[in-house]
């Protein structure tokens, strides 16, 4: 069924807000500071790798996906731009500089996160280069009609999708408060809903897919200054969401991977770091739905998920420790002080110059050191949060359950300035004058959050398998209708048009790797480079279905690493030496150089590979005269004679037969 009506649409893309490198695989027990009888004493975290379907229902894990995937057209999506040019952080013609300010909505209240950016004070730099940027990027310009190549390439994905095409797209905007796009809105449209991908032998819903702009890059983010270029604002992407159905990391991976590799069948999407991002949603029993947001490799999230699932489980802990402690949580709150210079030079910890403070948390005592995560404790909420908000670089604090930076001596009079108990947790920090009203405030705000359990939180994924605070987390009510684009009508003839060129499904891919008998070690790396098409049409050239996929999956692997593969010149090279009847090793070697030297005839290959044609008699009779002449142990008798003949038998005799007659003669 195909729905035209623009509330239901806005509904579906609001719903979406209540889903819910070698990484670390151990925690200490030691990381947990317990010196009260009453608070929490393990975490009982599980690794990773020791960790079981099990593990995860008890946890109550659930996740849910949203996929970005860059479309590769000639311009971005609402202007004509070329997209697809990256510029380098330091070249740039001209800057911006912005200020995100809150406003009223029609209902009078302003956005939680957009609140939340405005404390940071940030300055808003933009990096343009004119080549790849014009004035609709900086909100100076209307939107231009929506490319409608982009169009197609959406209406292909989302029918591969089996979602349900709309029968009109309406642009939205949905807000984006970081800087990350100078409207402050990212421009975006429901393509498709209700559809389905397989996951660990089952169906697993995909709530939408949408088609939208791309937002800048950030170069930096220190102090009161976040940086961006815009050479990748606004190229065209396409966002799948998936329902909250995976329920433990591996499938999360698993999904993931399936929607590269259903993207990719199309032919039509950039590759490469950043052209492919995640946004991971995760909660657990009693928790609440927490975003890690732009993971760019899919092998991170197991461990992501994971150990978010873990720090949920450990801030809950720490909930029900606060629930035993304090009767009425409406009444907390902290006692901060501030400290005069002569104090501030003897924490020792705090660089010269800078303020600081003290503040008191009752009740909190054992609780800011307990472990979080591998590494990780719940002071770390705290500190990420004095970096996000009040923009105070690390370290920036010291607490009590970990005073090691703070000299006994200090530590006793800061508790007695804050009439600190035993049961009292102490909190010092530290950062400009103008930063500190702003850094008191974001500490007693976590902990009043502590209270609640786990906040509504967007975080960043580190590549230990950690995250940190990024911000806070957008409400359902951040999209609204965009009044500069009118509703564009999607007639049957345009989704016909769009089935007709429909690629393979994954599923097939997949039956057509096992019938081929694909090694298992080259698989993914063909379905997520869309080289399955290429490896049948080796195989109808006359490859065996082994040497075509070893051929992709190993020598151009290895060649091109994350580079888009040159389909055209593999065909050509491997046609030309078919035509030459030279062997698959010697093919092999042309195929790379052929990729390598784009512009080289073949015969200028085979000059650089040192070929010299000879009869396989002269070879024969080469490789006899060696055997004559070497050692008469057989392994080193091989790898001599093979090492002095190998120039002459390449491109004439496959190596393994001229190893074979080594062997054969030294007998």
């Known amino acids: 069924m195909r729905r035209t009506l623009f509330a239901s649409i806005l509904a579906c893309a609001s719903g979406r807000e209540n889903l819910a490198s070698a990484p670390r695989d151990t925690m200490k027990k030691a990381d947990a500071v317990s ?7 393990d975490l009982g975290y599980v690794p990773r790798s020791a960790a079981t379907r099990e593990t995860y229902r008890a946890l109550g894990f659930r996740c849910g996906l949203e996929v970005h995937q860059q479309l590769r057209t000639a311009k971005k999506l609402f202007c004509r731009c070329p997209a697809g040019i990256y510029q380098d952080g330091d070249d740039y013609d001209a800057q911006l500089v912005r200020h995100m300010r809150p406003t009223l909505s029609e209902l009078g209240e302003y956005d939680g996160t957009a609140l939340m950016e405005y404390k940071t004070k940030k300055n808003i730099v933009y990096r343009i280069k004119g080549r790849t940027a014009c004035t609709y990027d900086i909100d100076d310009t209307p939107p231009f009609v929506v490319n409608r190549e982009a169009l197609g390439i959406a209406i292909e994905i ?20 970081d800087g990350s796009i100078p409207t402050g809105f990212q421009r975006t449209a429901i393509v498709g809903i209700e559809g389905s991908i397989p996951v660990a032998g089952r169906v697993v ?19 009161h200054e976040r940086t961006y270029t815009t050479d990748r604002l606004g190229m065209p992407l396409v966002e799948t969401v998936t329902e909250p159905e995976l329920f433990t990391p591996d499938e999360a991976a698993e999904a993931a991977n399936f929607i590269r590799y259903l993207a990719r069948s199309t032919d039509h999407v950039n590759i490469g770091i950043g052209a492919a991002r995640e946004d991971v949603n995760v909660s657990v029993e009693g928790g609440t739905r927490v975003e890690i947001k732009g993971v760019q490799r899919i092998r991170w999230i197991p461990e992501l998920t994971h150990n978010e699932a873990f720090r949920q489980k450990a801030l809950l802990i720490v909930r029900d420790a606060l629930a035993r402690r304090v009767a009425e949580p409406t009444t907390w709150d902290a006692v ?11 924490l020792g910890a705090a660089p010269e110059g800078t303020s600081a403070a003290v503040l008191g948390l009752p009740q909190f005592g054992g609780l800011l050191g307990f472990a979080t995560n591998p590494g990780r404790t719940f002071a770390d909420e705290i500190s990420d949060r ?15 359950d970990a005073p090691g930076a703070v000299p006994a ?3 006793k009079d800061l508790k007695k ?36 359990g786990v906040p509504n939180e967007t975080r960043k994924a580190l590549p230990d398998g950690t995250t940190i605070f990024e911000r806070v987390l957008p409400g359902p009510d951040r999209m609204y209708p965009d009044t500069d684009s009118s509703p564009i009508p999607i007639e049957e003839e345009t989704i016909e048009a769009a089935r007709a060129r429909l690629p393979r499904s994954v599923e097939e891919e997949r039956a057509l790797l096992d019938a081929w008998g694909a090694p298992a070690d080259v698989r993914a790396y063909l379905l997520r480079r869309n080289l399955c098409p290429l490896v049948g049409d080796l195989i109808r050239d006359g490859l065996t279905p082994l040497a075509a996929a070893t051929l992709l999956g190993h020598r151009v692997r290895r060649t091109v690493g994350d580079k888009r593969v040159d389909n055209d010149r593999v065909r050509w090279a491997v046609g030309e030496a078919r035509k030459r009847s030279l062997p698959e090793d010697a093919m092999r070697d042309l195929v790379s150089l052929a990729l390598l030297e784009p512009g080289d005839s073949f015969d200028g290959l085979l000059a650089r590979a040192g070929y010299r044609a000879a009869p396989p008699e002269a070879v024969r009779a080469r490789v006899r005269d060696e055997v004559g002449i070497g050692a008469r142990d057989p392994e080193a008798l091989v790898c001599a004679v093979m090492g002095r003949v190998r120039a002459a038998a390449w491109g004439n005799v496959p190596l393994a037969e001229v190893a074979t007659w080594v062997e054969e003669m030294a007998r």
């Open 336 to 346: 901060a002080v501030r400290l005069a210079a002569a104090e501030v030079a003897r």
């Open 35 to 41: 010196p009260n009888p009453d608070s929490p004493n």
């Open 158 to 177: 989302a029918l591969l999708l089996k979602t349900s095409v709309v029968g009109e797209l309406h642009i939205t905007r949905k807000q984006y408060l």
């Open 409 to 411: 001596a200090v530590w």
């Open 205 to 223: 819903g995909v709530r939408q897919l949408s088609l939208e702009e791309d937002s800048c890059r950030e170069v930096s983010d220190v102090g």
């Open 417 to 452: 300035r804050v009439g600190a108990r035993a049961e009292d947790a102490v909190v010092v920090l530290w950062g400009p004058e103008a930063d500190m009203k702003t850094a008191i405030e974001a500490v007693v705000e976590r902990c009043r959050l502590a209270f609640a």
């Open 386 to 400: 004095l970096k996000v908000i009040a923009c105070i670089e690390k370290p920036n604090m010291a607490h009590s």
